[in-house]
């Protein structure tokens, strides 16, 4: 039995490119380290919401803020990591290095105008956005906001490190470097937070003194631990023009996805800002519980993003379809296991953040309703798009995403969650809707030739 499956995976996943031990190796890793970084963040969830439930609210209302933000150089990084595997496909070593020397060169300019004005403009910002919140959620969510800001730099350095050994398939320098900065991450939430009961404060002090040491780890990895392609600290600022505009070219529609899509976020916690602070602090919670879920579908995203782009680097352009396909494919069977191996521990995980019993209803109701569209959907609509974006085909994945979002989250989010008065569940069930809409768009589109005419 189990040598007919290994035979069968070995079929579907091996080419000339990679093999399956390869590939599995490398999912592994990326399974360790979204696990990793997730069970991080809940452990630090945990301890800012032992802290009361106006802690967790503030951080939740200003967390789609900060998502947008980091998400416009996580783009960039992104559209970097496709150019670094495609450079490697290709096996151009100078490619390589000023690739990655590009990349963080971009990001590292990006975050620090975007974390600038950020902070500039925080308290109009979420005086703006959430007018009728308590005024102790306000100045909480303010004074988190600015402390977020000044991290947002050195996690743009590290994140773009980050992406660049993932996009060559080093998944264990990724998972070094995760380990380094979610490790110090927890030590000093621990620190901040239970023992010197900074509360708010504490939750951001954690995360600037753990963004700075992995910048600075994640610099010494690339330059002297682990430079396996012989980057310099001049590639760092040295651009090249025909490299710089194909990272742009790859991150700028990105980013736009990112920002159009996290705007889109917004307004859905702008309606959620109505609701009660319970209410509040139940959806975040799920929302870090449901991280836990889909940490398996995470991974896969990410080995799709690195198979795909190496392959079409190297011209193998009917491999990125079998590879997008297959991968999709396997990614339900993974996601079907994790929801029934986790779904069980939920009393254990939950009882982590200290929810109140007026929460714990809400709780479950959103995670039930998550972990059906997880098993089913979810691979379509997010794996998918890495495979188009390898491509170059990123335009449509943008507009489908933003359309899926105003469609359900937003729009029949609103209406289940304010007017039908169903509260933060009506939200989950219009993300579920968002997400259908996601999968039927992008099956469509990969099953076409369009997508895959970039090369020419």
């Not at 979204?34 to 452990?43: G, P, R």
């Amino acid at each position: 039995m189990i040598g007919k499956l290994n035979a069968q995976l070995n079929g579907m996943f091996t080419s000339d490119q990679f093999t399956y031990g390869e590939l599995r190796s490398m999912f592994l890793t990326l399974v360790m380290d979204q696990f990793f970084i997730v069970f991080i963040n809940i452990l630090s969830t945990a301890m800012v919401s032992s802290t009361g439930e106006a802690a967790i609210a503030a951080t939740s209302m200003v967390g789609s803020v900060n998502s947008l933000v980091v998400l416009v150089f996580t783009a960039l990084a992104v559209g970097g990591s496709i150019v670094i595997a495609r450079a490697k496909g290709l096996g151009d070593l100078h490619g390589i290095r000023h690739a990655i020397g590009g990349t963080i060169a971009l990001c590292g300019a990006t975050s620090i105008v975007l974390s600038s004005l950020l902070f500039l403009g925080s308290k109009g910002l979420v005086n703006l956005l959430y007018p009728s919140a308590e005024p102790l959620l306000i100045g909480y969510s303010i004074h988190y906001m600015r402390l977020m800001c000044i991290s947002f730099v050195p996690y743009a350095v590290f994140n773009a490190i980050f992406n660049a050994f993932r996009s060559v398939g080093d998944t264990r320098s990724s998972l070094a470097l995760t380990i380094v900065i979610n490790g110090v991450h927890l030590i000093c939430s621990f620190l901040f937070i239970n023992i010197l009961h900074l509360g708010v404060t504490g939750a951001g002090l954690s995360y600037i003194v753990a963004r700075v040491v992995g910048a600075v780890v994640a610099l010494l990895w690339l330059l002297v631990i682990h430079n396996e392609f012989f980057v310099r600290v001049c590639h760092l600022f040295h651009f090249s023009k025909r490299i710089t505009k194909e990272i742009v070219s790859l991150g700028i529609p990105i980013a736009s996805e990112s920002a159009l899509f996290q705007g889109g976020m917004l307004l859905v916690q702008v309606y959620l800002a109505r609701l009660t602070t319970t209410e509040l602090a139940a959806h975040s919670v799920a929302n870090s519980v449901l991280n836990l879920f889909y940490s398996t579908g995470n991974a896969l995203t990410a080995l799709t993003s690195t198979v795909c782009g190496q392959c079409f680097g190297a011209h193998a352009y009917e491999q990125v379809r079998r590879y997008c396909r297959n991968l999709v494919r396997a990614g339900r069977v993974i996601l079907l296991i994790t929801c029934c191996i986790l779904l069980p521990l939920l009393p254990a995980i939950l009882h982590l953040y200290h929810p109140t019993q007026q929460a714990l209803p809400t709780i479950y109701t959103c995670l039930m309703i998550a972990s059906v569209g997880i098993c089913t959907i979810w691979c379509d609509g997010y794996v998918t798009p890495m495979a188009l974006r390898a491509s170059g085909d990123i335009l449509y994945s943008t507009v489908v995403s933003v359309a899926s979002l105003f469609i359900g989250r937003i729009a029949i989010g609103y209406l289940l969650t304010i007017p039908l008065g169903l509260g933060v569940p009506g939200m989950w069930l219009g993300m579920m809707v968002e997400w259908g809409v996601r999968a039927v768009a992008l099956r469509l589109r990969v099953k076409g030739e369009r997508w895959l005419s970039h090369h020419a």
